[in-house]
């Protein structure tokens, strides 16, 4: 397909909030072109847990995103396989305890179904946690495992049905907020206003639009799994609150995730492997290895910034997810459009 030189709206990134917002845009009319550096889904899109979930403790804000692309994504045409298996935060500390407790209204406000549960009820949902120190624990059991190529493919189908034009293996090399013109290796296109959903590669492009982030660069996230495990229980996604350690069953054996190895990855690896055996003594983790890399974002207090420059050509972004785009991108796209049509998104359901 040949890239146009002119369009009414150009979206940067080919993720699952890029094109979420390419959907959101079509739908409501708006000539749209998508720009992808490389295949659709390609960036941080395939280096995720492959989880939906309505609680991010800390971030009501977030919460509600997730709950209302919850929704969304149940009403997509063709949507993706949701498997319901609840989220559950193992609390290690008093503090974490008097936090969730403080912030349990706003969650709940958000929409979130939230409670907090007593060690052994903790330990029944997820028996094989053996934390000694565990006092309690959040319970949500809005969280479902489904397939992120699976919602690649959702939103794009949405998108060109919609009469979006997707463009891939074209990166943008330059942009000019001021003038709409945004360069890439297939040629130039100029719009009537630019939206960056481009995750890990958002910084350069909102810098040169004139806006003030504090984003991070491209780190890198990495996921690891066991081998089969016998006669393990359909548990929770589980979060030990104290170290970030995640986890949830896949394919008989369980995926794993802690923070970003960084440049001391056998460090990283050590420090994984040592708090697993603490939190979980009885799982063998001699087949452990590597499941997925891949790119991850940051945004300021690790929550999503989305908002409009406004100027001669309206610049709109939807970046710094830090990993949680993948349960608030419906919700973004939908923000996206409101702000682009000029309307309150506090207003607009």
Not at 20 to 29: D, N, T, V, W, Y
Not at 79 to 93: A, D, I, S
Not at 214 to 240: F, K, M, N, W, Y
Request: glycine share 14%; proline share 7%; net charge neutral.
């Amino acid at each position: 397909m040949r890239l146009p030189g002119e369009a009414e709206a150009v979206v940067i990134g080919g993720g699952v909030v890029g094109l979420s917002i390419a959907a959101r845009l079509a739908e409501a009319g708006v000539e749209t072109v998508l720009l992808e550096r490389g295949r659709l889904g390609s960036g941080a899109s395939r280096a995720t847990a492959d989880v939906l979930r309505a609680y991010f403790a800390g971030d009501p804000a977030g919460s509600a995103l997730a709950v209302r692309s919850l929704a969304a994504y149940r009403r997509l045409p063709g949507g993706p396989p949701m498997r319901q298996v609840g989220y559950l935060v193992l609390f290690t500390e008093p503090g974490q305890v008097a936090a969730f407790e403080a912030e349990l209204p706003g969650q709940r406000a958000a929409g979130v179904r939230l409670e907090l549960i007593g060690a052994e009820e903790a330990r029944r949902r997820n028996p094989l946690v053996d934390e000694p120190s565990l006092l309690g624990a959040a319970w949500s059991p809005q969280a479902y495992v489904s397939d992120t190529a699976a919602i690649v493919r959702s939103l794009a189908g949405a998108a060109v049905r919609a009469g979006a034009a997707l463009h891939v293996h074209c990166p943008v090399t330059a942009v000019d907020a001021d003038t709409g013109r945004v360069e890439t290796s297939a040629g130039t296109v100029t719009a009537r206003a630019i939206v960056c959903a481009a995750g890990a590669w958002s910084s350069w492009m909102i810098a040169a639009a004139g806006v003030d982030l504090p984003l991070s660069g491209p780190a890198v996230q990495e996921l690891l799994t066991t081998g089969p495990l016998p006669g393990i229980p359909d548990i929770p996604v589980t979060l030990h609150a104290a170290s970030g350690l995640l986890l949830r069953k896949r394919d008989g054996g369980l995926l794993i995730g802690m923070g970003f190895p960084g440049p001391g990855r056998e460090a990283w690896l050590a420090g994984v492997r040592n708090r697993l055996a603490a939190i979980y003594p009885g799982v063998d983790l001699s087949g452990l290895r590597t499941a997925v890399t891949g790119p991850r974002d940051a945004g300021p207090s690790r929550t999503a910034c989305i908002g409009r420059r406004r100027g001669p050509v309206p610049f709109l972004y939807a970046t710094g997810f830090s990993g949680h785009g993948l349960c608030q991108a419906p919700a973004a796209g939908e923000l996206v459009r409101d702000l682009y049509l000029g309307h309150d998104p506090e207003e607009v359901s």
